[in-house]
């Protein structure tokens, strides 16, 4: 049950939040979307504010009669969203391992390893009239489809900072749009993260080709062997520990093993200025850990996905992949954990570490997705000229996107101009290394206009006798133009014309820019008799100096 905004009004005890523009309209568009299907998705960036968002929205749900239902799969999530809702007035009961919700109440936040059989038969079925699915990526898993299935009279809202997996599942199994967009490039120019400045560091230790894929990403098994190796820790960490200098630091591994292994190398380089973090450290001391890690206490904290979701640390300037990935939501996930703005401490932008090593066999993911929809929206030869520039310097990502863009296009162009002279040499004009007078300048706007019905006539003339067909697809009205221009140029009967060039060709005599009219029609006098078997003139001055030059 979605009220119609001219309904929308506070219940009882409830505090309205102060919302952004952004959350406001995705708030908007989801009743919009809920209007006409049963489920909707909102995409907006880590950092950005999805959970006062979906808190919201819960509120007004039950200020109208409903009843919410807040799907999670960490606990870290569950402490999130039972703040956030509290801010907005709701006193959600929480249903996860030992505790159980009351089943009259009007907002749970329930683990979804919890939900499941009895704990989920338990429930009435048309008890909830919205479920929001946090960390919605996760949602075409079986458990979640289980709950959604339960609950069938409920509308659905999902709301994710990454909705490609890198498995290639698409959510819209579960979610029938996308009703609002809200990303990293974005929030970035309307100042709600700070921007990013990347720095790749390629490991020589560290060697890609050796690991396979699985479900879309690196096999972490062996991406953990090659990882752990001796040498390749030590290649990440020296560079860690420069780069980062004074900012405060989280790094993600492959697995637990590595974080600690990680964290021990960084120690004895630098006394105590790390720390690693898992799932089965105690919840006292994870939590002591994270608020000294806040507080300044150390420095450098590592973990292996325990931080990707649910984990707010302003403080966070520096952000260390030290797990390639071929995953973007992965990536992007973990590169926003470091850009939330701080005021307390002054951060202005924050350092993203891309550690990673050599090989060949695999596209990775890398800073300057983080400002894409998806991996695939970058080509391969801008993704290398990225690569390069990251390579040399820590430079701001959005610039190096900019620049690598326009270094592209140049060198696009100018391989086309090349492939259009390579095509014309071989395919059209013979004389194309000929010297000859400069053809008058013609219009620029002809670059990029197709040759003209007069200048196709012209060129297929019996005097000329241009294939036109040969031409490639770029051949413009200017390059008819040129051509034009250099075969009129030809024309004062004393060199070979263009029809004997290209027969002269098919029979290896490829230097035909200076062959005389009346040599010409001697050759192909010898060819003609010979039935145009390039044999026949194979012994001649003009053949053997050809292939020698070959």
């Known amino acids: ?32 979307e809920l209007a006409v299907h049963r489920s909707t998705l909102v995409v907006a960036a880590t950092g950005t504010g999805k959970t006062v ?41 929480v249903e996860c391992g030992s505790r159980r919700a009351n089943t009259l109440a009007k907002v749970v936040i329930a683990s979804v390893q919890t939900l499941r059989g009895k704990r989920l038969a338990r429930w009435a079925r048309a008890h909830f009239t919205l479920v929001i699915v946090d960390e919605a990526h996760h949602a075409v898993a079986n458990s979640y489809r289980a709950v959604l299935d339960y609950f069938d009279g409920a509308k659905i809202v999902g709301v994710t900072a990454t909705p490609n997996r890198a498995d290639g599942v698409g959510l819209i199994e579960v979610f029938a749009s996308v ?24 490991v020589e230790s560290i060697d890609l080709d050796a690991v396979a894929m699985r479900a879309g990403d690196f096999a972490q098994d062996q991406l953990a062997k090659v990882m752990a190796d001796e040498r390749a820790i030590r290649g990440v960490v020296t560079p860690f520990l420069e780069l980062a200098a004074d900012r405060q630091s989280i790094g993600f591994c492959v697995d637990v093993a590595h974080a600690h292994a990680v964290a021990a ?11 690693a973090v898992d799932g089965k450290t105690d919840d006292d001391e994870r939590e002591y850990l994270l608020a000294a890690h806040a507080g300044g ?8 996905d325990l931080l990707v979701e649910g984990y707010d640390a302003p403080s966070v300037s520096c952000v260390a992949m030290i ?15 470091g850009l939330r703005p701080s005021p307390e401490t002054g951060k202005r932008d924050c350092l993203l570490l891309d550690l990673t090593g050599t090989g060949s066999k695999h596209q990775l993911v890398g800073p300057v997705d983080c400002l894409t929809g998806s991996p695939n929206e970058i080509p391969d030869d801008v993704r290398e000229e990225i690569d390069r520039q990251l390579s040399s310097a820590q430079r701001p990502i959005d610039a190096v996107l900019e620049h690598a863009d326009r270094e592209v296009a140049k060198r696009r162009d100018a391989l086309r101009i090349s492939a259009v002279v390579k095509y014309t040499a071989e395919f059209v004009d013979p004389f194309i290394g000929a010297e000859s007078s400069a053809a008058p300048p013609c219009d620029p706007s002809w670059e990029k206009q197709p040759p003209s019905e007069r200048q196709i006539e012209m060129l297929e003339s019996k005097r000329f006798g241009v294939t036109t067909s040969h031409l490639p697809p770029a051949f413009s009205r200017a390059d008819a133009w040129r051509l034009l221009h250099r075969l009129n140029t030809r024309n004062d009967g004393t060199l070979c014309t263009y029809k004997q060039a290209r027969r002269l060709a098919s029979a290896g005599v490829g230097n035909t820019a200076s062959l005389s009219r009346e040599r010409a029609n001697e050759l192909c006098t010898k060819l003609r008799i010979g039935k145009w078997l390039p044999g026949s003139i194979a012994g001649e001055p003009e053949v053997v100096r050809e292939r020698k030059a070959s």
């Open 297 to 304: 206490e150390f420095q450098f904290l590592m973990n292996c």
């Open 53 to 93: 968002t979906f808190a919201e929205l819960a509120r007004i749900e039950v200020s109208h009669g409903g009843r919410a239902l807040i799907l999670v799969h960490r606990d870290e999530l569950i402490r999130q969203a039972g703040r956030k809702c509290e801010a907005v007035g709701l006193w959600p009961d």
């Open 323 to 337: 797990r390639p990935t071929k995953s973007h939501g992965r990536f992007i996930q973990c590169a926003g954990r």
């Open 1 to 32: 049950m979605i009220a119609p905004a001219s309904q929308q009004g506070p219940i009882s005890g409830s505090v309205q939040p102060t919302l952004r523009d952004y959350q406001r309209s995705a708030i908007a568009a989801v009743r919009r």
């Open 179 to 202: 009703a609002y967009r809200y990303e990293i490039r974005q929030a970035i120019a309307e100042g709600f993260l700070v921007p990013i400045v990347a720095r790749r560091v390629v």
């Open 265 to 275: 190398a960084m120690n004895k380089l630098r006394h105590g200025c790390a720390r």
